[in-house]
């Protein structure tokens, strides 16, 4: 009998010690089901050994983030059982719209994010480090999925791919290594949050997407399903159904949902609101719904 196994892949920055981190992410992830379905809550609370974590961001960034950090934050997290009118306010805030605005047009008119503020052109040099594959950092991240990956697929388990932000693209490009140049057949589910595959800076960058028809695109996927927060400006362009859509008509997937309006992301720490976080996406009950769903069929 086939086993359901959940593989995550965290998106950047560094995190907390793996497993430390592992029991964190188990924690939230729990607790949106719960939300969305207590009976099934139950029945996840105990597979906590079915829970995979992707590991990868020791060997980008070669340290650890203190889990003391966020340990205070999750517990607030858990203890608020949904967004207050303050949340959904700044959500939809001025600065929130201008800073999508300014990085739609960057997307558009890439020669733009040498003027954006410096933490963006941070985080596009740390892009393009995956990208570029210095020292071939992004086919070492790949290959601790593909291990994960093909243990499960060889067993023929039931699996649900969660990428979170760029974890959903090292996902991705996993699949699609897996799928044109491995050989690797199957199936998996493919749960994406606050991914920024959307945007054209991705899309372009993305593994197989110069080739033709039915190899630009990996062939593992069975459904898709996207969560995109109110006010998460890391995953701008949404809807992954229309810039994927090729997918479909090929049919390489059966189906691509995507929830962006109304999905609230309220995980605040010392700093305010951050709309991106893990944890939020995670204690979500849309999102937990959609893991309860996956695990009855």
């Known amino acids: 009998m086939a086993t359901k196994?959940?593989?995550?892949?965290?998106g950047k920055n560094p995190k907390p010690e793996a497993e430390l981190h592992r029991e964190l992410l188990w924690r939230t992830l729990v607790e949106g089901v719960r939300r969305a379905d207590r009976s099934m809550a139950g029945e996840i609370q105990g597979c906590y050994p079915q829970f995979h974590l992707v590991s990868w961001n020791y060997l980008y960034y070669h340290k650890y983030k203190d889990i003391t950090l966020?340990?205070?934050?999750?517990?607030?997290?858990?203890n608020t059982h949904g967004p207050t009118q303050q949340d959904m306010s700044e959500a939809r805030a001025w600065n929130i719209w201008l800073s999508r605005f300014m990085l739609t047009l960057a997307d558009h008119v890439p020669w733009l994010i040498r003027i954006l503020?410096?933490?963006?052109?941070?985080?596009a040099r740390e892009m393009d480090r995956y990208f570029n594959n210095s020292d071939g950092v992004a086919r070492r991240i790949r290959d601790l999925l593909k291990q994960a990956l093909r243990q499960a697929l060889d067993r023929q388990d039931n699996v649900l791919l969660i990428g979170h932000s760029l974890g959903s693209?090292?996902?991705?490009d996993t699949l699609w290594e897996l799928s044109n140049l491995d050989g690797v057949t199957g199936k998996v589910d493919f749960l994406?949050?606050?991914?920024?595959?959307?945007l054209h800076y991705f899309q372009h960058r993305l593994?197989?997407?110069?080739?033709?028809a039915k190899k630009s695109y990996p062939s593992l996927i069975r459904h898709w399903v996207n969560f995109s927060a109110e006010g998460d400006v890391a995953s701008l362009n949404q809807n992954l159904k229309e810039s994927f859509s090729p997918m479909l008509e090929l049919g390489l997937v059966e189906s691509i949902q995507d929830h962006c309006?109304?999905?609230?992301?309220?995980?605040?720490?010392?700093?305010?609101?951050?709309?991106?976080?893990?944890?939020?996406?995670?204690?979500?009950?849309?999102?937990?719904?959609?893991i309860a769903d996956w695990w009855k069929h």
């Open 192 to 198: 994406t949050l606050g991914s920024p595959m959307g």
């Open 5 to 10: 196994q959940i593989i995550y892949v965290p």
């Open 117 to 123: 503020p410096e933490e963006v052109r941070g985080t």
């Open 169 to 172: 693209v090292i996902a991705y």
């Open 70 to 78: 966020d340990i205070p934050w999750i517990d607030a997290l858990i």
């Open 261 to 290: 309006h109304g999905i609230y992301n309220f995980f605040r720490n010392d700093v305010g609101l951050n709309c991106h976080r893990s944890y939020g996406y995670l204690v979500n009950p849309a999102v937990g719904s959609s």
């Open 207 to 212: 593994l197989g997407m110069n080739g033709n």
